[in-house]
């Protein structure tokens, strides 16, 4: 912790020395508001470092504890083919580094809001339960997430995000600042160049949308989503498919991808 009170003083004693005689009263008041200046926006960089290292470790934490949270595990599984195996360094642009996930989720959560989101994960729950291995507790997450139960569950998740994406561009941006926001610190140095960005924002939609697009192609596929959902669900998800390759071809032609 710095002691702000003899910084201020070896600043008072250094403009002295420099002027080799006393500072007027202008002079000290001035040197005071400078000062003080300095310190609030070091305090406010501070703050800002500080908040940002306890968001990191609490959404590290609750991942570590993520067979809790059934529906967040489901999410993540339908794009964990885009992760390293093992310790491999993540590819920049062609793979995902599992410290998205925190980010991720979190905004998950923020456009479901709590009632929905508590809703989900209560029948992710019951399908993992049903599931789970008596003997063991183990849970077969692939065989779940390929359950039908499962996929409609991450599909009602999909759906209902859809409507947040009319404007692609900001919630991309939006999407990108708030996984680098909570992305914990790399503990492999070969992955510390990693980041979030446009291709891997890109990467990631065309993963967890991909099921979803497929089906909205099939004609057996669009009758059965028309049974679920209303025609507005389906309209704002069409657009997010047109909103979602607009936006790719429009980084792509200024080389920002």
């Known amino acids: ?89 993540t590819v920049q642009g062609r793979q995902l580094s599992r410290r998205t996930i925190p980010g991720f989720l979190a905004g998950v959560q923020q456009m479901l809001g709590d009632d929905l989101h508590v809703q989900l994960d209560q029948r992710a729950e019951k399908l993992v339960e049903s599931a789970t291995d008596p003997l063991t507790g183990l849970v077969p997450w ?5 359950n039908p139960a499962g996929a409609l569950i991450v599909q009602d998740v999909l759906v209902f995000a859809s409507r947040f994406f009319s404007d692609m561009a900001k919630r991309r941006n939006w999407m990108i600042d708030i996984v680098d926001s909570h992305m914990p610190p790399s503990q492999n140095a070969q992955e510390k160049t990693w980041n979030f ?22 004609e057996d596929g669009r009758l059965s989503l028309a049974l679920r959902y209303s025609r507005a669900d389906l309209d704002t998800v069409n657009i997010l498919f047109s909103g979602l390759d607009q936006d790719f071809q429009r980084l792509k032609s200024t080389g920002a991808i």
Not at 41 to 62: H, P, T
Not at 78 to 84: G, K, T
Not at 199 to 215: G, K, T, V
């Open 142 to 146: 692939e065989s779940v997430c390929e």
């Open 1 to 89: 912790m710095h002691d702000y009170s003899e910084m201020l003083l070896a600043h008072l004693i250094s403009l002295t020395t420099e002027k080799g005689a006393s500072l007027s009263s202008d002079e000290l008041r001035a040197a005071s508001a400078a000062f003080q200046e300095f310190q609030e926006v070091f305090l406010d960089q501070s703050i800002d470092d500080v908040w940002r290292s306890c968001v990191q470790s609490v959404e590290a934490a609750r991942w570590r504890n993520v067979r809790k949270f059934h529906l967040d595990r489901l999410l993540v599984q339908s794009f964990s083919n885009l992760f390293p195996h093992n310790d491999e360094p």
């Open 197 to 218: 960005g446009d291709s891997d924002f890109h990467l990631l939609m065309n993963a967890i949308y991909e099921p979803l697009r497929n089906q909205m192609t099939d």
